[in-house]
């Protein structure tokens, strides 16, 4: 078969526009289009915006307006200015416990005028390029912020929900629950379970038309039913007052002690900034996450954001409006429902601006209980389960704790306060913190060192290395990733000291950075180095650990074969003139170096996956080729990947004559119980299973792979077909009609697994995501399927493309 090269694109033949030299370029009327995409999306947050915006301001205390106030000037200006294109500003569930506080102290007109003040605060910000310094701070910080405005909001707020008036601080409102829950209001308690109930089951109406249902926000659905149930109940609750826009109260004079106004203009700046710019973020992976749109939208730019975050406060404040940040719940919905620019934002602001104008006698129908219960089922989110897990997980739940009880207990600035104060002390503790034990098994001696070795460490190491007797095998495990000079001194001296005695000194772990010499011979010592073997492993050998993969091509001298009388090379185990007990032994040795040097590191990891199973991200679905390392060229480790590898990646189609068994089940396993989020099928270059397709002859004798090699026929058959464009690599043709296959490949089993019953019920709830992947094994590159719909492009995945 000859080499298939992809047909050019039409864009190669197009005739270019010629203009004489040093004109200016002919100048074409700029029309301005809003996409399609972009209304159906706008349309969707302003659903979401409308009854959150009108919540948030109840439970700050302000006047209601002023929630459609900040959610108009969110989308146009924030939107208009900002650097993150699909991020939706507007009242923020984590600014409710700054404002409520701030509307208690100075009253409304003085906190509009806090709001400017942190506006101009932002754009300072924004104009010093400080945007990424920000996100310095320790996600345990953040994330316990969070959930400390959360449990204030939902405590607050389940005083209204029960019918009652909610008090002054977290404290005051848990002293009075018992009270309030003797004084129930069925009326309110009523209204408020309906919203939550409708709030809860909505998301999860099954089959076909749950899928259409829940295009329509689960929040305007519990709002509007719990309206609508009250309305005909002809229940008496107190509902929204919207008064006149004529008696809108602006922004007034600051009035209050100075030092009292900074904090809170400091206070507002932080919530503002850091949950703006962790929204930016965020935002970019729901977009990378999307096929094609990364192209069409450019990356936040963070310091711009903060700019326009900083406009808009001093716009809102201005005006009237509560303060103004980036919110994940529209930002979210908003990349879902398939916005492609900023103008899907700009649109639901003057959406908003429209309710706020033509609407009012609508809005005035809705219970005070239902909005409440709507804020407090967003401050009940805010304690995200998810986050308590990654923090235990990285030691640093302490942290998180003292911050979410500061936040709640005193405030915003001092809970943050608390919560850097002791993310501080505990990294100290952690960088002077270092244990170092001494034990005796079967005549050797071990130290180990676990933690960072400083000079604070120095005299617990020495006693302990002075405990190793003379002439002894001593084994000392470096468990830490830093050693300073003094360290370095003290473990060289000792080192030398006893090699002269007659001992032996073998020093391995993570960062332990030795060289061993001939057994018995002094050991050379260099901080920062890879790390090492033992003696008796690398006499003659300069290979490290982390060389284990590289198949160990170092000039080890090999056994001669007493099968054909060659010196074995370096090859892989079983390959011509090698000893049969050396591949053996060369499994032995990586197994114990894999115990001596691996194992000690990923014991933790592994001890907690064990006690809480197996969580996968993601079914990874390649090639059973030994140069295809998953875990390398994804970066991922133990728990991360569900991977299922067979002979040419293939996925065989469902059917009891055509299926596999196998793989089959691997997939339903994955996707119905370990509820991965995607499957990726990995293609390689010079994949011996697509060759093996490529020059398979009809007949013959039906061996064990020329059975399984039928599932790859498909893809030969879409090879042949020149009625359909080929699957092809962004930037160059396919190298031969070998690679042009595997790209095939790649597509055509993309199409089996979305024949599979699993896969095709995740993907029509949104549950799963597909990708296709194809590895180039000899540049070490990665592509990434990014076409669809007949025109499938595997695009060059480069460093500089995922922000880390």
């Known amino acids: 078969m000859s080499a298939c090269v992809p047909s050019p694109t039409a864009d190669s033949t197009r005739p270019k526009a010629i203009h004489p030299p040093h004109s200016p370029p002919p100048s074409s009327p700029r029309r301005f289009r809003i996409a399609g995409a972009d209304i159906s999306a706008s349309i969707a947050v302003f659903l979401i915006a409308l009854p959150l915006s009108l ?40 600014l409710t416990v700054v404002t409520a506080d701030l509307i208690q102290r100075y009253g409304w007109r003085t906190t509009c005028a806090i709001t400017v003040l942190a506006g101009l605060a932002q754009l300072g910000l924004g104009c010093l390029r400080v945007a990424r310094s920000a996100l310095a701070v320790s996600p345990a910080i953040v994330h316990g912020m ?34 309030q829950l003797a004084d129930l209001h069925p009326a309110a308690v009523s209204v408020s379970a309906l919203t939550l109930a409708l709030l809860l089951l909505w998301p999860r109406i099954p089959g076909r038309a749950g899928r259409l249902l829940r295009r329509i926000p689960a929040a305007l659905v519990a709002v509007a039913g719990a309206t609508a149930a009250a309305s005909l109940a002809g229940l008496t609750l ?17 009035e209050g ?44 730019d963070l310091d711009r954001e903060l700019l326009g975050q900083g406009a808009a406060n001093i716009v809102s404040g201005s005006l009237g409006g509560l303060p103004v940040a980036g919110v994940a719940v529209r930002s979210s919905a908003n990349v879902q429902a398939g916005a492609v620019s900023r103008n899907s934002t700009m649109v639901h602001g003057v959406l908003v601006v429209v309710a706020a104008l033509l609407m009012v006698p609508i809005l005035e129908f809705i219970p005070l209980a239902s909005l409440a219960a709507l804020v407090m089922a ?13 923090v235990t997980r990285h030691r640093e739940v302490l942290v998180y704790a003292v911050t979410t009880l500061g936040v709640a207990l005193l405030g915003v600035l001092e809970g943050v306060t608390l919560g850097i104060a002791v993310a501080v002390a505990v990294a100290l503790n952690r960088l002077a913190h270092t244990l170092i034990t001494h034990e005796e098994k079967e005549g050797v001696h071990h ?44 473990l060289q001296d000792w080192q030398n000291t006893h090699t002269a005695r007659g001992g032996t000194a073998e020093l391995t772990g993570r960062r332990a950075g030795v060289r061993i010499g001939e057994p018995g011979t002094t050991a050379d010592l260099h901080p920062g180095d890879g790390d090492s073997e033992s003696a008796t492993d690398t006499a003659g050998c300069r290979c490290r650990p982390w060389t284990a993969w590289r198949n160990h091509q170092c000039d080890r001298p090999q056994a001669a074969s007493p099968h054909d009388g060659r010196t074995g090379g370096p090859g892989t185990p079983g390959a011509p003139g090698r000893a049969p007990g050396e591949a053996s032994g060369q499994l032995a040795r990586g197994i114990s170096a894999f115990q001596r040097h691996t194992a000690p590191l990923v014991r933790g990891e592994l ?74 099928v990995c293609g390689h270059s010079g994949c011996g299973a697509m060759q093996a397709l490529l020059n398979s002859e009809p007949g013959g004798a039906q061996t064990p792979l020329k059975r399984w090699l039928r599932h790859g026929l498909p893809s030969l058959e879409c090879l042949a077909d020149d009625s359909r464009p080929w699957a092809r690599l962004a930037g160059r043709a396919p190298a031969d009609a070998v690679e042009q296959l595997c790209l095939t490949n790649v597509v055509q089993q993309l199409e089996h697994l979305r024949a599979h019953d699993s896969v095709s019920r995740a993907l029509r709830d949104g549950a799963l995501e597909l990708h296709g992947m194809y590895f180039h094994v ?15 492009v595997f695009d060059r995945v480069r460093a500089a493309d995922v922000p880390v």
């Open 238 to 254: 107190p509902k929204v007052d919207l008064p006149s826009w004529r008696s809108h109260a602006l922004a007034g004079h600051p």
């Open 778 to 792: 000899g540049e070490a590159q990665a592509y990434l399927l990014t076409g669809v719909d007949g025109d499938e």
């Open 607 to 680: 001890a907690r996956l064990a006690r809480e199973g197996q969580r996968p991200s993601q079914l990874f679905l390649t090639c059973a080729d030994s140069r295809l390392v998953t875990s390398m060229i994804t970066s991922s480790g133990p728990g991360d990947l569900f991977v299922v590898r067979n002979v040419g990646n293939l996925v065989p189609p469902p059917g009891e004559e055509s299926g596999d068994d196998s793989v089959a089940a691997a997939i339903e396993y994955a996707v119905e119980v370990l509820k991965v989020r995607s499957i990726t």
């Open 55 to 94: 919540g948030i301001a109840l439970a700050t205390g302000a006047p209601l307006q002023a929630g459609l106030v900040a959610a108009a000037v969110g989308g146009l200006v924030a939107g208009r200015l900002g650097g993150a294109p699909l991020q939706v500003s507007g009242p923020a569930a984590g």
């Open 257 to 300: 002690p100075v030092l009292g106004l900074v904090a809170a203009v400091l206070t507002t700046t932080l919530v503002c900034s850091v949950q703006s710019l962790l929204g930016a973020v965020a935002v970019d992976k729901l977009v990378a996450g999307r096929p094609g749109l990364p192209a069409r939208v450019s990356r936040s």
């Open 378 to 390: 967003v401050g009940i989110q805010m304690v995200s389960l998810h986050h308590i897990r990654t």
């Open 146 to 179: 969070l959930a400390g405005i959360g449990v204030t909001i939902a405590v607050a707020q389940l005083h209204i929900v029960l019918g009652g008036t909610p008090q002054s601080s977290v404290l005051d409102n848990v002293r009075a629950l018992p009270a």
């Open 447 to 490: 130290v180990h060192v676990r933690g960072q070795l400083t000079f604070l460490a120095v005299p617990r190491l020495s006693r302990a290395l002075h405990l190793v007797p003379q002439g002894a095998h001593a084994v000392v495990e470096l468990d830490g990733s830093f050693m300073d000079h003094a360290a370095y001194e003290t």
